[in-house]
């Protein structure tokens, strides 16, 4: 037999839970309680906006080609499609680390110039790979052969560079595409560079013009580009790949050399490090935000102090181009 204190409290908690029980499901039915139109009109009025850093590289030479350093900030200025940026951040001579793909045209038509080739790379990998650096081997003729992997073994390096051998067809698109997605996997915060050592025919590519520098500039690569021309006249060699080199190595803000003798590729290797090792870091957050997917025109100006002017003006390089990130 139940006691009576027993049967008081459950006469009065009973029907409490039915109560409860009633209004949840009255809430249920009726859905999610509605917010205030002040809260809804708040949530409205917000835009979700992503603003990326934007990282530009610049080198800086005199009249005479030689890297100008130790240039000051105000030295500086950035715009994009025409309107002056604010340089957030810069650094003078950067000292980024150096991810580099060199990458060697190994097609019969460079058959006389490849062992020259071969010990002009090796002395470069010498001199440009420093600790914390990292480069990557390349061949490439009727196909793309990656040597060795990224590494800063700079004996492996040399010994892999000195093994490369002669191909038939030349896939030059190729070759900076497949560098330039071989970089861009790569983690970031480090600068990235094609070293390219060609005579600039252009024959069996899968990948056309626009991959090619598409993906160098996603890439943010440098191309550094050592046209070696054994047929001096136009009229005799094949020009199509090396007017496209110019475009693509003028977007992404490096250079291009025009050795006259196979001879001189180690004093062309040393203006590449030399020059690699005079750079200067900008970045800004640009305003007025661009379109997500856009194409943005950079251009980097540089003046000349006084006491310079009569040496003549300043040749500034920079990537030309990238493309405004949407939301990540």
């Given at each position: 037999?139940?006691?009576?204190?027993?049967?008081?409290?459950?006469?009065?908690?009973?029907?409490?839970?039915?109560?409860?029980?009633?209004?949840?499901?009255?809430?249920?039915?009726?859905?999610?309680?509605?917010?205030?139109?002040?809260?809804?009109?708040?949530?409205?009025?917000?835009?979700?906006?992503?603003?990326?850093?934007?990282?530009?590289?610049?080198?800086?030479?005199?009249?005479?080609?030689?890297?100008?350093?130790?240039?000051?900030?105000?030295?500086?200025?950035?715009?994009?499609?025409?309107?002056?940026?604010?340089?957030?951040?810069?650094?003078?001579?950067?000292?980024?680390?150096?991810?580099?793909?060199?990458?060697?045209?190994?097609?019969?038509?460079?058959?006389?110039?490849?062992?020259?080739?071969?010990?002009?790379?090796?002395?470069?990998?010498?001199?440009?790979?420093?600790?914390?650096?990292?480069?990557?081997?390349?061949?490439?003729?009727?196909?793309?052969?990656?040597?060795?992997?990224?590494?800063?073994?700079?004996?492996?390096?040399?010994?892999?560079?000195?093994?490369?051998?002669?191909?038939?067809?030349?896939?030059?698109?190729?070759?900076?595409?497949?560098?330039?997605?071989?970089?861009?996997?790569?983690?970031?915060?480090?600068?990235?560079?094609?070293?390219?050592?060609?005579?600039?025919?252009?024959?069996?590519?899968?990948?056309?013009?626009?991959?090619?520098?598409?993906?160098?500039?996603?890439?943010?690569?440098?191309?550094?580009?050592?046209?070696?021309?054994?047929?001096?006249?136009?009229?005799?060699r094949n020009t199509?790949?090396?007017?496209?080199?110019?475009?693509?190595?003028?977007?992404?803000?490096?250079?291009?050399?025009?050795?006259?003798?196979?001879?001189?590729?180690?004093?062309?290797?040393?203006?590449?490090?030399?020059?690699?090792?005079?750079?200067?870091?900008?970045?800004?957050?640009?305003?007025?935000?661009?379109?997500?997917?856009?194409?943005?025109?950079?251009?980097?100006?540089?003046?000349?102090?006084?006491?310079?002017?009569?040496?003549g003006e300043y040749?500034?390089?920079?990537?030309?181009?990238?493309?405004?990130?949407?939301?990540?």
């Amino acid at each position: 037999m139940t006691p009576p204190t027993q049967i008081h409290l459950l006469r009065l908690v009973v029907p409490a839970l039915l109560a409860a029980a009633a209004a949840c499901a009255l809430g249920l039915g009726q859905g999610p309680p509605k917010r205030s139109s002040s809260a809804a009109a708040g949530e409205q009025g917000r835009i979700r906006v992503t603003v990326n850093l934007v990282s530009v590289l610049a080198s800086v030479n005199d009249a005479r080609g030689r890297p100008v350093p130790d240039l000051p900030r105000e030295a500086f200025e950035l715009f994009e499609e025409g309107v002056q940026q604010k340089i957030e951040v810069f650094e003078s001579e950067t000292q980024l680390p150096l991810d580099v793909a060199l990458m060697i045209d190994a097609s019969l038509s460079t058959l006389k110039e490849l062992p020259f080739e071969r010990e002009a790379a090796a002395h470069f990998i010498r001199q440009v790979v420093r600790p914390g650096d990292r480069l990557a081997v390349y061949e490439f003729a009727d196909s793309v052969t990656q040597v060795t992997g990224f590494s800063s073994d700079v004996p492996a390096l040399q010994a892999a560079a000195r093994r490369i051998e002669p191909g038939a067809g030349t896939v030059l698109y190729d070759a900076v595409y497949l560098g330039a997605r071989a970089l861009g996997k790569l983690p970031v915060g480090r600068r990235r560079v094609i070293v390219l050592v060609t005579d600039g025919g252009e024959t069996t590519s899968r990948a056309d013009f626009d991959a090619a520098r598409g993906a160098a500039l996603q890439a943010e690569a440098l191309l550094y580009t050592i046209l070696i021309r054994p047929i001096k006249s136009e009229s005799g060699r094949n020009t199509a790949g090396e007017h496209a080199l110019v475009t693509i190595t003028d977007s992404t803000g490096g250079a291009m050399y025009y050795p006259e003798e196979v001879s001189e590729l180690d004093a062309t290797f040393e203006r590449i490090d030399r020059e690699l090792r005079t750079q200067y870091r900008l970045a800004y957050y640009p305003q007025p935000l661009p379109p997500e997917g856009s194409l943005r025109r950079i251009e980097v100006r540089v003046k000349v102090p006084e006491a310079e002017k009569e040496r003549g003006e300043y040749l500034v390089r920079h990537r030309k181009l990238y493309t405004a990130a949407g939301e990540p």
